[in-house]
């Protein structure tokens, strides 16, 4: 991911500096700021080689005058003017030092508020998508964009804009300084660009390549470890420990492999680039040297003249670089800006009358949906479920149950028919405020890292500590919510792992109860649980159901032959409806599920 390049180059890049137009003020400072830094450091070589110059001159002076048997005391070197030359070149240092520091401090302050606003753009939207984004899309995927794009986009932004500038600005003004001195020692200088060239050019893109393979193995190895460490029970319990070994060890191997030779071959550009840059100074320093023979050039600007040659190749690796860096750094934005781009949940009203004469708690009429355009898994759905009802839905896998739910719950929207909650087509109201009216206890519970006290007032935030702890005790929870070591100040950890499976279940349920819902969802939520928390479970159920509106997804038919009506469902159609007896005695599909339940249970 972190080497993947762009598919539009330009058009992600004019998006990225859009983001930046609320700070161009201070981007331009600091690019000033880097500029002036490099024009600074640019032209100390060249002052303090006029030091040398001095230095050179009083020694070959008093060399004359020695030759010539005039006695000296000591050589006249101008030692004042060789001081004003050394605190002026000190002072540009100086001046270049503050430079540098005022555009790392602009712009570190400025990425981490560009990215701040990205990230803040992102979690909104993510918000107004649908859950179809989420069901399409891995969560390690979308964190990786939230997370490790945004860091690429922030240190592009903090350090890589700055250093490309100021490579830019360097190579060019370092190659100016060098013709203001000589021309012809320029051209000996320049020789060995394409040397440069062909080693950034050849090398960095394979480099490039490897380091992309290196990190695809690496993604590969990580998302491994990650499902060992999960699955520990499983591969446990069917002794596959050698085997998940042994495929660690090839993922290990192909790793170490790919970032072998992508550390091998990128280890190659800078000692192939310092051999470039000696010949470079090998050629210079022996012409040079006899053009000041010559006098042609004076000794302190050949000095300077060795200092730009040593400076002139480091913008080229630099550059060549940064461009992969950018490269990335652009991909990512890219990545980015797909989710800011994903379709959003629809906002159009239904415009579907009122209907007072419909008495109705949840009314389904001619209810169409298919997750995939041309692939209707809902067809012409009708359900009445009146105040206070209990719905249990019943079939196979795949029957279409969840489906339900979730266009219940705006999840998805229908494709035709309309969905009525007293009367009122739902997609006539905010999503916020009907799923004010409702409250969900899942088979899968999800608590949140952090106390039992606030995952069960996550069901009502305005909730005082007495209903809370009223919620709990009518879910059963309280009694061992307090026999816990910190009772309600208990911290659950990331997957709420340091209690049981049946006492997160009554936690969900009592963070439904403090919810106080019109109507009710419940997926049955007993059959990785003892029997006797079973029977917590199904009593706190139950009263949690007691005068509301419940729709309840079954699995295990013994615990719904209460249900005011069962819909039994197959293929996105209701094939039949009635209380438990009447399916009974209708001996149809209900029936033949019922029965092949309790079969099996017999034969155990």
């Known amino acids: 991911m972190q080497n993947k390049r762009p598919d539009n180059f330009w058009r992600a890049s004019a998006r990225l500096i859009k983001y930046t137009r609320h700070w161009i003020r201070g981007i331009v400072l600091a690019i000033v700021m880097a500029i002036g830094a490099v024009i600074l450091q640019i032209v100390t070589p060249k002052i303090l080689g006029k030091a040398t110059t001095e230095i050179f001159k009083g020694v070959m002076a008093g060399t004359s005058q020695l030759k010539a048997g005039i006695a000296i005391k000591s050589f006249p070197i101008d030692f004042k003017k060789i001081g004003i030359i050394i605190l002026e070149v000190a002072v540009l240092y100086l001046l270049a030092s503050l430079a540098q520091l005022i555009q790392q401090i602009v712009m570190s302050r400025i990425s981490q508020k560009i990215v701040y606003q990205l990230r803040k753009d992102l979690k909104a939207k993510m918000r107004r998508l649908p859950i179809s984004f989420y069901d399409t899309n891995s969560n390690g995927d979308i964190m990786s964009r939230a997370v490790n794009d945004m860091d690429n986009i922030n240190t592009m932004l903090q350090s890589s804009l700055t250093q490309m500038i100021t490579s830019f600005f360097t190579f060019f003004g370092v190659l100016i ?350 059959s990785s649980v003892d029997t006797r928390t079973e029977e917590l479970i199904q009593d706190a159920m139950d009263r949690l159901s007691q005068g509301r509106t419940s729709f309840v997804i079954a699995h295990r038919l013994s615990t719904i032959q209460g249900a005011n009506n069962i819909v039994v469902m197959n293929h996105g159609q209701i094939i039949e409806t009635g209380n438990h007896n009447e399916l009974l005695e209708k001996e149809g599909f209900y029936a033949d599920l019922y029965n092949s339940q309790f079969a099996g249970n017999d034969l155990a």
Request: proline share 3%; aromatic share 10%.
């Open 177 to 526: 300084m060098m013709l203001t001195i000589s021309w012809k020692l320029t051209l000996v200088a320049l020789a060995t660009l394409p040397l440069s060239a062909i080693v950034v050019g050849i090398i960095a893109p394979k480099s490039q390549k490897l380091f992309g393979a290196q990190q695809a193995e690496l993604g590969t190895l990580n998302g491994k470890i990650e499902e060992d460490y999960a699955g520990q029970s499983i591969i446990k319990t069917f002794n596959r420990e050698n085997v998940t070994i042994e495929d660690f060890e090839e993922s290990n191997q192909k790793y170490y492999k790919a970032s072998w030779k992508a550390q091998f071959l990128s280890s190659f550009v800078f000692p192939l680039m310092n051999l470039i840059k000696n010949l470079d100074y090998v050629f210079v320093a022996i012409i040079g040297g006899i053009q000041v023979t010559n006098g042609q050039v004076t000794l302190g600007n050949i000095q300077a003249f060795l200092q730009y040659t040593n400076m002139f190749s480091q913008p080229i690796t630099q550059l060549a670089s940064l461009t992969n860096t950018i490269q990335s750094t652009i991909a990512s934005a890219e990545r980015i800006f797909m989710i800011l781009d994903e379709p959003e949940m629809s906002t159009e009203l239904a415009d579907v009358p009122f209907d007072e004469n419909d008495k109705a708690k949840i009314h389904f009429e001619n209810v169409n949906f298919g997750y995939v355009p041309d692939r209707q898994l809902i067809k012409n759905f009708n359900l009445s479920v009146n105040p206070g009802e209990m719905v249990a839905i019943v079939g196979p896998t795949g029957a279409g149950k969840t489906t339900i739910i979730n266009l219940l719950e705006r999840f998805y929207d229908i494709d035709s028919g309309s969905i009525k909650m007293d009367g009122l087509d739902t997609r006539d109201e905010t999503r916020p405020k009907l799923r004010s009216h409702m409250a969900m206890v899942l088979q899968d519970t999800w608590l949140f890292k952090g106390t039992i006290f606030d995952n069960i007032k996550y069901g009502k935030e305005s909730a005082s500590e007495e209903e809370v702890y009223e919620a709990a005790k009518m879910a059963h929870a309280d009694t061992f919510i307090r026999q816990l070591p910190d009772g309600y100040n208990t911290i659950l950890n990331e997957n709420a792992s340091n209690i049981s499976q049946g006492q997160r279940q009554l936690l969900t349920i009592a963070r439904a109860f403090i919810a106080n819902p019109q109507v009710l969802i419940l997926d049955e939520a007993t």
